[in-house]
Structure formats: C-alpha cells, structure tokens
C-alpha cells in the first residue's frame, strides 16, 4: 500500500471548477466504431460499464485515434465545459513547461544544480553535500534524495500545501534521505519548487510561462492553476482544465510536441520525457517506468511493436494515456475513493479500447 499513499494528496483541490449541465455525446452515432477502426462492442461495453457504475466515478472518456476524436462522453453531472482537477496530471505539463523554458533559455540545461538558484538562502537546514549536488534532472525523474512523503495526514506534503506562502523554502529545508539521482521516490514537493527555480531563473512562474508559450498554442483558452499567496502555482497538482484541452496536450505528446503543424515543445524534450530514466518493479502490472514527469507503462496486449505507452497520472483517476503504435490519445477524469477504483481506468485502456483496435 505504500506506493500507492501519494495517490490522495490535497484532495482539497477537487473543489473548484465551472458547473454545467452534464449532458453526455459521442462523436461516432449509433455506437458503432468499426469504420475508425475499433470494436463496437468492447466500446461500447466499456462505455456502459461507466454507467452502470461497474467502473465508478468516472467522470469523462475521450479516445483520440489518428487525430480524430471517437469517444467523447461525460458522466457523473460533468461536461465539455467544465473544468476538472488534474492533480498530478500537472506535473506533465510542468515537465513540458520545463522543455520550453530550456529552449528558451530561461534554464542551461537538467544538470544545473537547483542551489545555483537560490541565492538569497544562506542559512537553509539540513545543508550538506547531497543537498548541494541535486540537479534539475533529479525532480524531473523524482531522485532528489530529499525526505519527502505524502498522501497521509501530517505528511511533509500536507505540511506544505498548508503554508500561504513559502513552499521553496520549507522544500529546501527538508532533510536528505539519499544521495541524488540514487533512489526514486515519488516527490510533489520538487515539482512545486521547479515554479520558483523558473521564477527566480527568468521573473516567471510556470503559469506565466504557459500562458505564453503553451496554452495559447493549443487553444486552451479554459484553465484554473492553485497558487499560493505569492503567486507560485502548485505545478505538483494545482491545474484544472476542460477534458478536451487534456486530450490537446495529449495529441501534443503524439505528435513529438508538434500541434497543428507549430512545434511547441522540442521533440527532443519528448523524446527524453519518454526514456526510462527509471525503472520500476512492484508497481503495479502495468506501470515499468518513469521519464521526465511522465509514467511509463507496458506495451499493448497485442502490441505487434512492443512500443511503450506514456501516461501523465493523477489522484483520484485522471489520466491522459499516450499511445504511439495506435496514434491514439485517451483521456480519463473521475473522482474515484480507492486504490482499485484508481487503477480501473488502467485496466479497461488494456482490456477495453486497445483490445479494441481492429
């Protein structure tokens, strides 16, 4: 159970967002899916499992395959017109936050040291040679080695979202637990600090940056960002967005950061993204992996390739699912209460909609 406590932090966030009236569409009529190239049945199979509540608390499910949107339904009161919360589904979009602010200069490179950044700090606690050897690359693949827990009452997490003000301080005071780029531990709070080294790097937050170099290229227009009385946004898991704008992004990662025709991240940085920087055993049966804010999970059942699949992955059951041997983009909100309720969406993209590509 330990790997899965960081699943339910700040479950505080699940509270803001637009209303609408909820109503459900799909973009293929009478159900029928063959012509794109998907099974009928195991489509709308799972679509009725979501209803009935076998899979339940699922919020939203879009499938996106060769650029074409296929399944677009809402449940649960939700609509394409309401927001919903990311949670940690934010840190891939903090991932290519971080892959524009390198192109644009803001940062050198993922072996700066974060320390380099953090001047005006001369007395932080916990000081010692590990602290100052942590890198850009050791967030982006949650190797910092600082002692950082969450998903439980009093965890350093909870402490954190807990201040109005001063989250990169109380993450650079945390004592260390291993050395550096050695032990993957699943860390919010490096992802949160990733806002202020931009900030301090270049005079703005990661919201700002996005607001110039990413949102408006996709045409998200819709967006909600938790901040704290600063102006630092949670990048660990503050975002909100409309379902469709998640696929955009999604579509965006397909495509090896090119969205109708603009490059918007560096391929490169997708490309390192989806490395497997680290591998991971006892994770699950589908998860084998992490990149740069991203997951990695296995390939497809049937998977002639043996291509991986990417996921960016969230509390309570957001996914966007990024699959590169189909040219398919699957996005999933929910509000789901467990560790099996969570892993659902998981297992019907295995069982259900790649087992369903003809």
């Known amino acids: 159970m330990k790997k899965y406590l960081w699943l339910i ?5 699940a ?3 637009c209303s609408d009236n909820g109503s459900e569409n799909s973009n293929t009529e009478n159900g029928s899916y063959e012509a794109v190239g998907l099974d009928s049945a195991k489509i709308n199979e799972l679509i009725t499992r979501i209803e009935n509540r076998t899979y339940p608390r699922i919020h939203s499910l879009l499938i996106v395959k060769d650029d074409n949107l296929i399944v677009e339904r809402y449940f649960a009161g939700y609509s394409q017109e309401r927001t919903h919360t990311l949670q940690s589904v934010t840190k891939s979009f903090t991932s290519a936050i971080t892959g524009i602010a390198l192109e644009k200069g803001y940062i050198t490179d993922t072996d700066q040291k974060i320390l380099d950044f953090f001047p005006q700090y001369t007395n932080l606690q916990n000081l010692n ?3 100052k050897e942590i890198r850009i690359r050791d967030i982006l693949t949650m190797r910092t080695g ?11 997490h909870s402490q954190l979202n807990s201040l109005s003000s001063g989250w ?6 945390r004592p260390m637990a291993a050395a550096p780029g050695t032990v993957f531990n699943y860390d919010s709070g490096g992802v949160i600090l990733l806002s202020a080294i931009f900030h301090n790097a270049c005079g703005m937050h990661a919201d700002a ?17 938790i901040k704290n009385a600063e102006g630092h ?5 503050g975002l909100y967005l409309r379902s469709g704008d998640m696929a955009k992004f999604g579509k965006l990662y397909l495509h090896k950061g090119r969205y109708e025709g603009q490059q918007v991240v560096p391929e490169s940085w997708v490309e390192r993204s989806f490395a497997k920087s680290v591998s991971l055993d006892g994770w699950g049966p589908n998860i084998i992996g992490y990149g740069y ?8 059942n049937r998977s002639r390739t043996q291509e991986y699949v990417y996921a960016a992955m969230g509390a309570m059951g957001q996914y966007i699912f990024i699959v590169p041997e189909y040219s398919m983009v699957v996005v999933v909100t929910a509000g789901t209460t467990s560790d099996e309720e969570f892993t659902n969406p998981q297992n019907f993209l295995y069982s259900h909609i790649l087992d369903a590509v003809l």
């Not at 600082?146 to 350093?156: M, N, Q, R, V």
């Not at 946004?233 to 898991?237: E, F, I, L, M």
């Open 15 to 17: 509270g803001i967002g």
């Open 146 to 156: 600082i002692d950082y827990s969450e998903g439980y009452d009093g965890s350093p």
């Open 233 to 237: 946004p949670h990048t660990g898991g």
């Open 168 to 173: 990169d301080l109380f993450y650079l005071n």
């Open 293 to 300: 804010l991203w997951w990695i999970f296995r390939p497809a």
């Open 129 to 131: 040679e590990w602290k």
């Open 209 to 225: 940056i996005a607001g110039l170099y990413l949102f408006p290229q996709l045409g998200i227009t819709q967006w909600q960002w």
């Open 9 to 13: 932090f700040w479950l505080a966030l």
